[in-house]
């Protein structure tokens, strides 16, 4: 049986797959990056790496969650107290080729390599949420189900060239 390899990462409680194939680097701890001007706000700014300038995507932010959903009981536990709320642990990037260029995306953990068997991934319907377009389908292993994200779907061809075009102003 055919099947492919994916990195499972954690957003929040939600686990995503990224296929390992369009991974290039996992950078241990993030802690933070240089603000890109007139890029999207999901574009968290950029990164020198190995003489390369990176931009650094939020994934959950550009997959549309909420502070909540990625800090769960934190952050209902602030806004109860009417307090804002200030995430010490670290994050991770992942770094992956997405539509022709090397991107960086913020994850909270980085948990394993999953082997999935094709027939058991399921395309997903664009129509489930506004970010539907994002999602490749769902994979099923054992007790778990993982969202396949589609990397060369993070970005509209408008997206793409703002992107690359912040980061030539800075190159």
Known sequence: M?????V?????????????AKVRV?????????KLPYAPEYIEGIV?????????MDLAK?????ISETDDKHAVMAKQFGLALVKTESKMVVIVEAVGLELGLVVDEVKEVQEIEASTIE????CLT????????VGKLD????????????????????????????S
Request: hydrophobic fraction near 45%; proline fraction near 5%; aromatic fraction near 10%.
């Open 2 to 6: 055919a099947t492919e390899q994916f």
């Open 8 to 20: 499972v990462v954690q957003l929040g409680s939600e686990e995503y797959a990224l296929p390992k």
């Open 26 to 34: 996992i950078m241990g701890t993030y802690w933070g990056a240089s």
């Open 48 to 56: 020198h790496m190995r003489g390369k300038v990176i931009p650094i």
């Open 62 to 66: 550009r997959l549309g969650m909420t």
């Open 123 to 126: 395309l997903a319907s664009p």
């Open 130 to 137: 506004p970010f539907g377009r994002f999602i490749r389908g």
């Open 143 to 170: 007790d778990r189900l993982l969202t396949i994200i589609d990397l060369d779907k993070l970005f509209s061809y408008e997206e793409k060239d703002a992107v690359v075009t912040a980061v030539k102003l800075v």
